[in-house]
């Protein structure tokens, strides 16, 4: 393997971890705006009596999911892992208000 100096190794670890801290708050930026979106659908269920989960429709997003992480090139499997975390907290918070417009 080609040997780099460990200034170059600095220089070189300093732009990628730039790009990560970007990439990072891209990603805290995307989901604060998938949670207020979820959010308004869960009070919309909610205020309709709808259940709070609908695992057909978690269905079609985990499988476009690991379709789209496929072709780009990212594990399907761990991206099935990150949207189910995600939704497990979603419908969390949609039990939630359902309980809220109970009371
Ligand atoms: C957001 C919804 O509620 C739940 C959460 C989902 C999600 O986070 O993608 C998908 C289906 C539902 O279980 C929805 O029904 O669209």
């Not at 072709?71 to 497990?88: C, Q, R, T």
């Not at 419908?91 to 109970?102: G, L, T, V, W």
Request: aromatic share 2%; proline share 4%.
């Amino acid at each position: 393997m080609e040997h780099v100096s460990a200034d170059d190794a600095r220089a070189e670890l300093h732009r990628l971890r730039s790009s990560i801290d970007n990439l990072d708050a891209a990603l805290v930026h995307l989901l604060a705006e998938r949670f207020k979106c979820t959010e308004t659908v869960g009070r919309l269920k909610a205020r309709a009596g709808m259940p709070p989960a609908d695992p057909a429709r978690e269905a079609v997003q985990i499988a476009r999911l690991r379709s789209m992480a496929e072709s780009s090139g990212l594990d399907p499997h761990f991206a099935e892992k990150i949207l189910n975390v995600i939704i497990a907290e979603v419908i969390r918070n949609h039990e939630q208000f359902a309980e809220e417009s109970d009371d």
